[in-house]
Protein backbone atom coordinates (compact mmCIF):
# COMPACT_ATOMS: atom_id res chain seq x y z
CA UNK A 1 0.00 0.00 0.00
CA UNK A 2 1.40 3.49 -1.31
CA UNK A 3 1.76 5.63 1.71
CA UNK A 4 -0.48 8.24 0.05
CA UNK A 5 -3.30 5.26 0.36
CA UNK A 6 -2.48 4.86 3.65
CA UNK A 7 -3.26 8.17 4.58
CA UNK A 8 -6.44 8.55 3.23
CA UNK A 9 -7.52 4.74 4.57
CA UNK A 10 -6.75 6.33 7.80
CA UNK A 11 -8.38 9.20 7.88
CA UNK A 12 -11.95 7.83 6.14
CA UNK A 13 -11.56 5.31 9.23
CA UNK A 14 -11.27 7.94 11.62
CA UNK A 15 -14.08 10.36 10.18
CA UNK A 16 -16.55 7.29 10.07
CA UNK A 17 -15.73 6.67 13.59
CA UNK A 18 -16.28 10.49 14.45
CA UNK A 19 -19.45 10.66 12.64
CA UNK A 20 -20.66 7.48 14.70
CA UNK A 21 -19.77 8.94 17.68
CA UNK A 22 -21.75 11.80 16.84
CA UNK A 23 -24.82 9.82 15.56
CA UNK A 24 -24.55 8.56 18.73
CA UNK A 25 -24.89 11.68 20.66
CA UNK A 26 -27.19 13.26 18.45
CA UNK A 27 -29.71 10.24 19.46
CA UNK A 28 -29.15 10.02 23.18
CA UNK A 29 -27.76 12.75 24.05
CA UNK A 30 -24.91 11.00 26.79
CA UNK A 31 -21.48 12.42 26.41
CA UNK A 32 -20.31 10.48 29.49
CA UNK A 33 -21.81 7.24 28.32
CA UNK A 34 -19.71 7.71 24.91
CA UNK A 35 -16.60 8.90 26.76
CA UNK A 36 -16.92 5.65 29.29
CA UNK A 37 -17.12 3.33 26.19
CA UNK A 38 -14.60 5.04 24.47
CA UNK A 39 -12.33 4.90 27.03
CA UNK A 40 -12.89 1.36 27.82
CA UNK A 41 -12.19 -0.08 23.87
CA UNK A 42 -8.85 2.46 24.38
CA UNK A 43 -7.68 0.37 27.18
CA UNK A 44 -8.53 -3.05 25.54
CA UNK A 45 -6.34 -2.07 22.36
CA UNK A 46 -3.38 -2.53 24.31
CA UNK A 47 -4.15 -5.86 25.78
CA UNK A 48 -5.22 -7.18 22.03
CA UNK A 49 -2.29 -6.05 20.99
CA UNK A 50 -0.48 -8.15 23.02
CA UNK A 51 -2.53 -11.20 22.45
CA UNK A 52 -2.73 -11.25 18.55
CA UNK A 53 0.64 -9.64 17.77
CA UNK A 54 2.75 -11.16 21.18
CA UNK A 55 1.27 -13.97 21.42
CA UNK A 56 -1.27 -15.57 18.76
CA UNK A 57 1.27 -14.64 15.93
CA UNK A 58 4.39 -16.00 17.47
CA UNK A 59 2.18 -19.64 18.37
CA UNK A 60 1.33 -19.37 14.57
CA UNK A 61 4.94 -18.39 13.73
CA UNK A 62 6.48 -21.58 15.49
CA UNK A 63 3.87 -23.84 14.24
CA UNK A 64 4.89 -22.69 10.96
CA UNK A 65 8.13 -23.23 11.30
CA UNK A 66 7.87 -26.77 12.49
CA UNK A 67 6.13 -27.64 9.43
CA UNK A 68 9.12 -26.35 7.14
CA UNK A 69 11.60 -27.88 9.31
CA UNK A 70 9.57 -31.27 8.84
CA UNK A 71 9.79 -30.96 4.96
CA UNK A 72 13.11 -29.75 4.99
CA UNK A 73 14.04 -32.86 7.60
CA UNK A 74 12.38 -35.12 4.74
CA UNK A 75 14.12 -33.46 2.01
CA UNK A 76 17.54 -34.33 4.43
CA UNK A 77 16.70 -37.86 4.48
CA UNK A 78 16.06 -37.86 0.61
CA UNK A 79 19.90 -36.02 0.40
CA UNK A 80 21.60 -38.23 2.50
CA UNK A 81 20.09 -41.57 1.19
CA UNK A 82 20.69 -40.80 -2.50
CA UNK A 83 23.75 -38.73 -2.09
CA UNK A 84 25.23 -37.80 1.52
CA UNK A 85 26.04 -41.29 3.17
CA UNK A 86 28.16 -42.25 0.36
CA UNK A 87 29.84 -38.73 0.20
CA UNK A 88 30.29 -38.96 3.50
CA UNK A 89 32.83 -42.00 3.60
CA UNK A 90 34.06 -41.56 -0.38
CA UNK A 91 35.45 -38.02 0.85
CA UNK A 92 36.20 -39.41 4.60
CA UNK A 93 39.98 -41.19 2.91
CA UNK A 94 41.17 -37.63 1.93
CA UNK A 95 42.00 -36.78 5.76
CA UNK A 96 44.85 -38.21 7.09
CA UNK A 97 43.30 -37.40 10.69
CA UNK A 98 40.70 -39.76 9.45
CA UNK A 99 41.46 -41.70 12.65
CA UNK A 100 40.93 -38.71 14.68
CA UNK A 101 37.58 -37.49 12.81
CA UNK A 102 35.63 -41.54 13.29
CA UNK A 103 35.60 -41.57 17.05
CA UNK A 104 34.28 -37.99 17.34
CA UNK A 105 31.48 -38.80 14.45
CA UNK A 106 30.92 -42.34 15.67
CA UNK A 107 27.21 -41.94 16.46
CA UNK A 108 25.78 -44.74 18.55
CA UNK A 109 22.51 -45.07 20.33
CA UNK A 110 23.67 -43.71 23.61
CA UNK A 111 24.77 -40.17 22.40
CA UNK A 112 23.02 -37.59 24.17
CA UNK A 113 22.13 -33.59 23.09
CA UNK A 114 25.74 -32.90 24.59
CA UNK A 115 27.31 -35.69 22.14
CA UNK A 116 25.82 -33.85 19.58
CA UNK A 117 26.90 -30.62 20.15
CA UNK A 118 30.09 -31.68 20.96
CA UNK A 119 30.44 -33.30 17.67
CA UNK A 120 29.27 -29.78 15.28
CA UNK A 121 31.83 -28.29 17.61
CA UNK A 122 34.72 -30.92 16.37
CA UNK A 123 33.63 -30.14 12.53
CA UNK A 124 33.28 -26.69 12.38
CA UNK A 125 37.11 -26.59 13.81
CA UNK A 126 38.46 -29.25 11.70
CA UNK A 127 41.38 -28.07 10.04
CA UNK A 128 43.19 -30.56 8.39
CA UNK A 129 43.21 -30.23 4.70
CA UNK A 130 42.02 -33.36 2.18
CA UNK A 131 44.45 -35.14 0.65
CA UNK A 132 43.42 -35.51 -3.12
CA UNK A 133 45.60 -38.53 -3.69
CA UNK A 134 44.27 -40.08 -1.20
CA UNK A 135 40.89 -40.68 -3.39
CA UNK A 136 39.83 -42.00 -6.84
CA UNK A 137 39.01 -38.54 -7.91
CA UNK A 138 37.45 -39.80 -11.51
CA UNK A 139 35.30 -42.51 -9.34
CA UNK A 140 34.31 -38.97 -7.59
CA UNK A 141 33.57 -37.30 -10.69
CA UNK A 142 31.75 -39.93 -11.81
CA UNK A 143 29.08 -40.12 -8.99
CA UNK A 144 29.02 -36.19 -8.81
CA UNK A 145 27.77 -35.88 -11.94
CA UNK A 146 25.48 -38.51 -11.87
CA UNK A 147 23.86 -37.45 -9.09
CA UNK A 148 23.67 -33.77 -10.76
CA UNK A 149 20.02 -33.70 -11.55
CA UNK A 150 19.16 -34.88 -8.09
CA UNK A 151 20.81 -32.09 -6.65
CA UNK A 152 19.49 -29.91 -9.65
CA UNK A 153 15.74 -30.75 -8.37
CA UNK A 154 16.37 -30.16 -4.71
CA UNK A 155 18.04 -26.79 -5.10
CA UNK A 156 14.53 -25.96 -6.73
CA UNK A 157 12.69 -27.12 -4.16
CA UNK A 158 11.95 -23.55 -2.24
CA UNK A 159 12.12 -24.97 1.37
CA UNK A 160 15.61 -25.90 0.54
CA UNK A 161 16.46 -22.33 -0.90
CA UNK A 162 15.15 -20.80 2.68
CA UNK A 163 17.48 -22.81 5.22
CA UNK A 164 20.63 -21.29 4.41
CA UNK A 165 22.60 -24.44 5.19
CA UNK A 166 20.96 -26.86 3.35
CA UNK A 167 20.98 -24.59 -0.02
CA UNK A 168 25.10 -23.88 0.90
CA UNK A 169 25.58 -27.73 1.17
CA UNK A 170 23.98 -28.40 -2.00
CA UNK A 171 25.78 -25.62 -4.10
CA UNK A 172 28.58 -26.73 -2.44
CA UNK A 173 28.43 -30.20 -4.10
CA UNK A 174 27.43 -29.09 -6.87
CA UNK A 175 30.43 -26.74 -7.51
CA UNK A 176 32.79 -29.68 -6.09
CA UNK A 177 30.68 -31.76 -9.38
CA UNK A 178 31.34 -28.74 -11.76
CA UNK A 179 34.93 -28.53 -10.83
CA UNK A 180 35.51 -32.09 -11.84
CA UNK A 181 33.38 -32.68 -14.43
CA UNK A 182 35.56 -29.17 -16.11
CA UNK A 183 38.43 -30.68 -15.95
CA UNK A 184 39.62 -33.22 -19.07
CA UNK A 185 41.80 -35.40 -17.21
CA UNK A 186 42.30 -35.71 -13.43
CA UNK A 187 45.23 -37.55 -13.87
CA UNK A 188 48.53 -35.72 -12.95
CA UNK A 189 47.38 -32.30 -12.07
CA UNK A 190 49.91 -29.99 -10.78
CA UNK A 191 49.84 -29.10 -7.04
CA UNK A 192 48.06 -25.95 -7.00
CA UNK A 193 45.18 -26.82 -8.94
CA UNK A 194 45.16 -30.30 -6.23
CA UNK A 195 44.99 -27.70 -3.78
CA UNK A 196 41.97 -25.81 -4.99
CA UNK A 197 40.22 -28.94 -5.28
CA UNK A 198 41.39 -29.80 -1.98
CA UNK A 199 39.42 -26.51 -1.01
CA UNK A 200 36.29 -27.56 -2.35
CA UNK A 201 36.28 -30.61 -0.56
CA UNK A 202 37.30 -28.95 2.46
CA UNK A 203 33.90 -26.79 2.18
CA UNK A 204 31.75 -30.22 1.28
CA UNK A 205 32.53 -32.38 3.61
CA UNK A 206 32.39 -29.39 6.69
CA UNK A 207 28.79 -28.34 5.24
CA UNK A 208 28.13 -31.95 5.04
CA UNK A 209 29.06 -33.41 7.87
CA UNK A 210 27.54 -30.81 10.29
CA UNK A 211 23.98 -31.72 8.56
CA UNK A 212 24.49 -35.12 8.83
CA UNK A 213 24.91 -34.87 12.80
CA UNK A 214 21.79 -32.77 12.67
CA UNK A 215 19.80 -35.03 10.65
CA UNK A 216 20.53 -37.95 12.62
CA UNK A 217 20.22 -35.94 15.99
CA UNK A 218 16.54 -35.34 14.34
CA UNK A 219 16.18 -38.96 13.41
CA UNK A 220 17.22 -40.18 16.61
CA UNK A 221 14.23 -38.51 18.22
CA UNK A 222 11.47 -38.69 15.57
CA UNK A 223 11.77 -41.59 13.47
CA UNK A 224 14.50 -44.14 15.75
CA UNK A 225 13.86 -46.87 12.73
CA UNK A 226 15.54 -44.88 10.74
CA UNK A 227 18.57 -44.10 13.00
CA UNK A 228 19.10 -47.69 13.92
CA UNK A 229 20.03 -48.83 10.09
CA UNK A 230 22.38 -45.21 9.92
CA UNK A 231 23.99 -46.26 12.57
CA UNK A 232 24.40 -49.51 11.58
CA UNK A 233 26.20 -48.58 8.22
CA UNK A 234 27.76 -45.04 8.88
CA UNK A 235 31.40 -45.06 7.41
CA UNK A 236 32.88 -44.11 10.98
CA UNK A 237 32.73 -47.02 13.16
CA UNK A 238 35.64 -49.80 12.17
CA UNK A 239 33.25 -52.64 10.99
CA UNK A 240 29.87 -50.63 9.37
CA UNK A 241 27.14 -53.51 8.19
CA UNK A 242 23.46 -53.56 8.45
CA UNK A 243 23.06 -56.95 10.05
CA UNK A 244 21.74 -56.90 13.15
CA UNK A 245 23.86 -58.16 15.76
Not at 48 to 61: C, D, G, K
Request: hydrophobic share 50%; proline share 4%.
Amino acid sequence: MKRSDFIILAAILVATSSLAYYIHFLVFRDPHHIFIFMLGDLAFVFLEVFLVVLIIERILARRGKQAVLKKLNMVAGTFFSEVGNKLLAMLLACFSSNKEICPCLNIDDGWTRADYKKARAFIRDLEDRPVCSNIDLNELKAFLVQKRPFILRLLENPNVLEHERGSDLLWAVFHLAEELEARASLGELPESDLGHLATDIQRVYRLLASEWITYMEHLKSDYPFLFSLIVRIHPFQEHPSPIVT
